[in-house]
């Protein structure tokens, strides 16, 4: 009985080998050799490069003066050209500079007087006004105030309209230190002179008034926008703005925030802007704060209520606020590409019926995006939320239709096909898992290996690095599903096809999933079925469907516009946030975000594509020969290839301030007076790649163990993204005291119990540089009643705990500033230690002599670095 048993299991053993033999043969008499798979995916490389990058980069020809006769109404960028050199040569201009204050003010006060003597004064009014605001707010964990900065502002009417709703217009003429800020905002400054210049000499006049807001302390941050919009006079009658900021050097100019709330203004973009370039992802993934930047359009926003376009020129993000952000920088194309939609979209602006009652046209959100710059798509969220589902159901219902068809034709039973169906759904659900998990891994291997960054000037290695990983994670469940388990029940070319649906279907769900949650990012998920559910159902009707491998053709020449269109976008995510990973601090690992942007990348532009790879032959061979493409840029990317740095072109960026500390205790005694150099890192490798070099990093140490004993761990942090990055800071001791340019002076004017012996009031004045800050840390047991500073932090001790920060900025002159704070103690003692208080004096424009040690420090720096720096001064009482 035994023996017969095992007999009759032999032979269906045997059966099943030469079944599964015979299948494997079957599916591969029907496949392409091998070799074709590498012409396939060469292919797609070669349209992205022959489509999507001359695409991405295309530009308009540049208008000189000597064309404008012949090209009248168009914006002439050879004269904004001459005045951005203008500008150029004036220099950095840091908030309260002579440069900043003086200089640049006199000279955009001049360039708008050259333009009132051209200007149909017939037609038009044109009013200047040099303001010089005083407030205060909050941003980011800090209290912001300022004084006499500022905002050059310009109101061009028409006399025959009594329109009392404004356009705004806002761009920025400060720079950071070193900067001469000629892309950012120089740029944008020039764009908005030549756009007044074209408006003012038109002979077809506008119906509402256009304010052009050339502010003075944007990078400061955002503070002239804030006096513009909280105390102008002009301010309460603006209904919409334009925002112009640059994040670089050149290239096209991205819409990225809208609204919001109101749709009409994407609907006028649509049909005005001569270049559209705009997507809702990117303006979803600003506002979720994934960016280390802001601008003046959260301002107006959000204390003017104020709707509009927030737009910046992206590339060339690596000489964003540095010295090499000068006029041979700025690309003549990218300014005209850039005058013509401003100039566009303010004549449509200028003249919308919509302006007149901005409120009545509020009705929610905007789903957008351009194709390649060829044309232009919006709609409302309301829309998109119906579009999203439709297209999910449909594409559902089609998959099934298809699957159904499956089963007819190869006469299987509907169930065999849903279980060989869901087993492919479960693998591909895998293999999305990997496409994001081998790339992610790849990224914190190098990052483990202290080999961050390798793609930050060599960008082509991300291929290797990066989609070569994505593409088989993707793939490779499938291939060894194929290889490993044939069917010989059903033909490849129908498993191939079940592959693609079950792709489909992880779109549908996310498409449905993330609609629900409310975002607007899934219409990438609709885009992509869109196309594929049009495939199918061509192929359905058309019975190419059955014909073998025939439904491919029809499936990939669909794909081919979600191709480019994918790659158009993830490939703009890259060009934003390469140089962005330089300036990203030292906390986070960045090469995690490079890799998560290649694999959705892949997932989106190949995700109906690679699966493909299993019409060859020797699948496994092809994604075998990825793997080695990967582990070759593995290898480049750790010689020299990969050092991320080259000078002036991709800088590595190090902020230090050559520091003066005087730390007093309760009793007057000083028990900490040195100088050195403090450390604000700002890429993942922190300093490590200056060690061979000349510079003396000797003595350099962490001040982290510091943060307990001092208020802000005894360093003088500029601003509140100083602040909070204080733990990965670092301290270079120096002997050499550091000479402070200037005096810094807090005095103790009084210090008196009120409110029935409870509380004491201390009351102080503080002179000293246009950069200041005070850091006031309560001692245990004790809380701060009341200040004369606005009251924001206090009332919201959820959001904002001590030490709390008063940063203080100074536009001409510095008048001394008087304050007082309000403290009330648990036991009612106002004789012990209240408060730690620190201040600070920040020396940062070249108004300020560096002294000569500082100098020679700064000249160790090998030519790859870009330094940002100025000296400080910290006073640190106990009182």
């Known amino acids: 009985m035994e023996s017969k048993a095992q007999g009759t299991d032999n032979g269906n053993y045997s059966g099943t080998v030469l079944y599964n033999v015979l299948s494997k043969e079957r599916a591969l008499r029907w496949r392409l050799a091998w070799y074709y798979a590498v012409a396939f995916l060469l292919l797609w490389v070669a349209l992205f ?57 006199a000279f955009l006060v001049d360039a708008v007087d050259n333009i009132r003597s051209e200007m149909r004064s017939d037609l038009y009014e044109l009013e200047v006004d040099v303001q010089q605001p005083t407030g205060a707010f909050t941003i980011g964990t800090m209290t912001s105030m300022y004084h006499g900065i500022h905002n050059v502002v310009v109101k061009l009417s028409s006399k025959s309209s009594n329109s009392s709703s404004y356009l705004l217009l806002n761009s920025h003429f400060d720079s950071k230190p070193s900067s001469p800020g000629s892309g950012d905002d120089g740029t944008m400054v020039v764009v908005m002179l030549e756009v007044l210049r074209q408006m003012a000499i038109s002979e077809t006049p506008f119906q509402h008034p256009i304010v052009f807001l050339f502010n003075g302390a944007e990078e400061n941050p955002l503070q002239a926008s804030h006096g513009f919009i909280t105390q102008h006079k002009w301010a309460a009658n603006c209904k919409a703005v334009i925002n112009l900021e640059v994040a670089g050097c050149g290239g096209r100019d991205l819409l990225f925030q809208s609204g919001p709330n109101h749709p009409w203004l994407m609907q006028y973009y649509k049909h005005h802007a001569k270049h559209p370039f705009a997507t809702t992802m990117a303006e979803e993934i600003f506002q979720f704060g994934m960016l280390p930047s802001d601008t003046d359009f959260r301002i107006f926003r959000d204390y003017g209520q104020v709707p509009g376009l927030d737009i910046a020129q992206i590339d060339n993000g690596y000489v964003y606020h540095t010295v090499f952000d000068n006029f041979d920088a700025v690309p003549g194309r990218s300014v005209q590409s850039t005058g013509e939609n401003v100039l566009s979209l303010v004549r449509a602006f200028a003249n919308a019926s919509e302006m007149y009652d901005t409120e009545e046209h509020s009705k929610g959100h905007s789903v957008f995006f351009d194709f390649l710059g060829l044309f232009f798509v919006c709609y409302t969220e309301k829309t998109g939320i119906i579009l999203n589902c439709v297209i999910a159901v449909i594409s559902l219902m089609l998959v099934g239709v298809s699957l159904w068809r499956m089963a007819r034709v190869s006469e299987v039973t509907a169930g065999q096909i849903s279980v060989w169906f869901l087993i492919i759904l ?54 060894l599903y194929y290889t490993l388990k044939p069917n ?15 792709h489909c279907v992880i779109l549908a769900f996310l498409a449905i999933i993330l609609t629900a949650i409310g975002l607007r990012i899934p219409y990438v998920c609709m885009v ?17 469907h059955d014909r073998g491998y025939y439904w491919v053709l029809v499936v990939q020449i669909l794909q081919l516009m979600p191709f480019v269109y994918f790659c158009s976008l993830f490939y703009t995510f890259l060009v934003v946030f390469f140089p962005m990973m330089g300036r990203n601090r030292d906390s ?25 790879i299993n019409m060859f ?153 246009p950069h200041m800050s005070l850091f006031i840390r309560p001692l245990k047991g004790v809380v701060i009643e009341d200040w004369s500073f606005i009251r924001n932090m206090l009332d919201e001790p959820e959001k904002y705990s001590a030490p709390y920060q008063i940063y203080f900025s100074y536009g001409p002159g510095s008048a001394p500033i008087n304050f007082h704070i309000d403290f009330a103690t648990s036991d009612g003692d106002l004789d012990a230690p209240i408060f730690e208080l620190g201040v600070v004096g920040h020396f940062v424009s070249y108004d300020f002599q560096r002294d000569a040690e500082s100098l020679k420090f700064m000249a160790d720096f090998p030519d790859f670095v870009h330094v940002m720096e100025w000296p400080a001064l910290f006073k640190r009482y106990i009182f």
């Open 49 to 105: 490069y022959a489509v999507v990058i001359p695409l991405f980069h295309r530009l308009p020809e540049k208008i000189t003066i000597a064309q404008e006769s012949l090209k009248p109404g168009q914006f002439v960028v050879e004269r904004a050209q001459n005045m951005l050199y203008q500008f150029d040569r004036i220099g950095p201009k840091v908030v309260g500079s002579v440069a900043n204050e003086v200089t640049t003010v």
């Open 426 to 479: 479960g693998l591909h659900v895998v293999g999305l898992g990997l496409c994001l998990g081998l790339p992610l891994l790849m990224a914190v291997l190098f990052d483990a290996g202290d080999r961050s960054l390798t793609y930050f000037s060599s960008n082509w290695l991300v291929i290797g690095l990066y989609v070569c990983p994505a593409v088989i994670g993707l793939v490779l469940p499938l291939t």
């Open 488 to 502: 010989g029940q059903l033909s490849h070319a129908y498993h191939l096809h079940m592959s693609l649906h079950a």
């Open 528 to 544: 992509s079925m869109f196309f594929y559910a049009a495939a199918l159902l061509i192929n359905l009707l058309s019975c190419l």
């Open 588 to 612: 986070i690992n960045p090469d995690v975000l490079i890799a998560l942007i290649c694999a959705l990348g892949t997932f989106f532009a190949l995700g109906f594509v690679v699966p493909l």
């Open 617 to 769: 032959r020797w699948s496994t061979l092809v994604l075998l020969g990825l793997g080695v493409v990967t582990f070759v840029f593995s290898m480049i990317a750790v010689t020299d290839i990969g050092f991320p740095y080259r000078p002036k072109t991709n800088v590595m960026r190090v902020n230090f301030l050559h520091t003066r500390r005087i730390f007093y205790e309760y009793d007057g005694s000083v028990s900490v007076n040195d100088s050195g150099y403090y450390f604000d890192y700002q890429d993942r490798r922190a300093l490590r790649p200056l060690i061979q070099s000349s510079v003396n990093l000797t003595g350099l140490t962490s001040v982290e163990p510091y943060c307990d004993k001092y208020v802000v761990c005894g360093m003088p942090c500029f601003w509140s993204s100083w602040c909070r990055a204080l733990s990965s800071a670092a301290w270079l001791p120096r002997d050499q005291e550091v000479v402070a340019p200037a005096n810094l002076g807090l005095e103790l004017l009084d210090k008196s119990v009120i409110v029935g012996g409870k509380t004491v009031r201390y009351a102080f004045e503080l002179a000293g540089p």
